[in-house]
């Protein structure tokens, strides 16, 4: 920014013309006095400006270092994790959504103020998925999510994987289906393969391939129940209303949304054929976000069966989950008395074959005021040791939310992992 120069009031300086004349003793002691102040400014400048100068030249420079994982783990890969986070330059290209024209007439008696959105309903996804790491062959994996315009084209991709690569990390997440239902790459699900529901055109094949030239691992993250887009392709997914059959939209949100149902037998078929697709494709690990019902409200007792609002509807959660896949759920609702939304999948966890727990912990949602620790790394500790213990034997990765932590608190809880036994984990 241009600094304004400021234009005052012009000063008319004249000369002195009664100056007098001065004695030679007066000029040989000016003189002397004027070499005396020239020498002392002289030394004051080199005493003052010096250090002043190397101040200015360092400023900043002490923060400048990048945040790095702990030793103990880069040892483990081939090259040294570098600072964590995404690649840069990337933005959100999401297909614009139309919502319907006509709001199913069951609705029509809904409150005529919608209720305000949840937290968790309006956070902005921003481009971003939420990174998760997954064991293979017990090898640590320290993972960054990619961007969705990453999948655009093969340039991008392998800008992005070699880009990532660099900072140290040896495994990327690819968010494959977004939370409004549409695909990042070329499907070849039955009637969709030709449909809207495609935002990107690269194959899972030419995924792979820039993936294995690159020296990478993919992980791939599907949203599950949360499937507007595919449930207007799909009307037989979602929710209907009591004795209509017209879908039940979800008001906490805005547009209003449709919401794939788990008991329906159209839900089970669509996602193991888009989790088979993978696992042919070569995807080893995949992530299933989203494994939860609508945030019903009490008004929805009017228009959806009560079998939905039971305390036992998270079994027909089972019915879009496969072995081996890992969940992703909140600390706060694992920890919680009964389980929270995102980890009533947990209320039987003999159903729970082989899968994993990305147990994502965050300082906002795990407050002091709570009886939590205030110190990351203690946080970080006793919310891993609580969670194993409602968790039973499945594995959990832990996920550290960056926006939670500063990086001196990221050292000290990273390193804590590697001490509990933990030896993959994200910071997102």
Not at 132 to 144: A, E, K, N, Q, Y
Not at 235 to 242: A, E, F, G, L, V
Not at 358 to 366: G, K, N, V
Request: charged share 25%.
């Amino acid at each position: 920014m241009n600094k304004r120069k400021y234009y005052g009031k012009k000063i008319k300086k004249t000369k002195n013309l009664y100056r007098k004349r001065k004695t030679a003793g007066q000029r040989v002691f000016g003189t002397v006095l004027l070499v005396a102040a020239i020498s002392g400014a002289a030394f004051l400048g080199f005493c003052i400006g010096k250090p002043l100068l190397d101040y200015l030249g360092n400023a900043g420079s002490e923060n400048s270092a990048e945040w790095t994982p702990a030793a103990s783990y880069s040892e483990k890969m081939e090259t040294t994790p570098g600072s964590e986070g995404d690649v840069d330059g990337a933005e959100e290209i999401s297909p614009e959504y139309e919502p319907d024209s006509t709001t199913p007439p069951a609705q029509d008696e809904a409150p005529a103020t919608v209720p305000e959105k949840t937290a968790e309903t309006t956070a902005p996804n921003n481009g971003e998925t939420e990174p998760i790491i997954v064991p293979v062959g017990g090898d640590t994996l320290i993972s960054t999510a990619a961007p969705a315009n990453t999948l655009a084209n093969r340039s991008s991709l392998a800008a992005f994987l070699a880009k990532a690569k660099t900072k140290g990390f040896n495994s990327a997440v690819l968010q494959l289906k977004d939370k409004n239902g549409y695909f990042r790459y070329k499907t070849s699900i039955a009637g969709v393969e030709d449909g809207d529901l495609i935002a990107d055109t690269m194959t899972l094949d030419e995924i792979m391939s820039v993936f294995a030239e690159n020296g990478m691992v993919p992980v791939a993250e599907i949203s599950v129940l949360s499937d507007n887009a595919g449930c207007e392709v799909f009307s037989d997914m979602s929710y209907k209303c009591m004795g209509e059959s017209v879908s039940w939209l979800d008001y906490t949100q805005n547009p209003p949304k449709r919401w794939a149902n788990p008991e329906k037998e159209d839900t089970r078929e669509y996602f193991a054929g888009i989790i088979a697709e993978l696992t042919s494709a070569g995807f080893d690990n995949i992530m299933l976000a989203d494994v939860v019902f609508p945030d019903f409200q009490s008004y929805d007792s009017a228009y959806i069966e009560p079998k939905y609002f039971a305390a036992d509807r998270y079994k027909l959660l089972y019915n879009v989950i496969k072995a081996g896949n890992t969940i992703e759920m909140k600390a706060s609702d694992v920890l919680s008395e009964s389980y929270g939304r995102t980890a009533e999948v947990l209320g039987d966890i003999s159903q729970l074959h082989d899968n994993r727990i990305a147990l994502i912990i965050s300082r906002s949602d795990l407050p002091t005021d709570a009886g939590y620790p205030a110190d990351a790394k203690s946080l970080v500790e006793t919310v891993l040791s609580l969670a194993s213990k409602k968790t039973g034997s499945l594995d959990i990765i832990p996920v550290i939310d960056s926006t939670s932590f500063d990086d001196a608190e990221k050292q000290k809880i990273v390193a804590s992992l590697g001490t509990l036994g933990y030896e993959s984990y994200v910071i997102k």
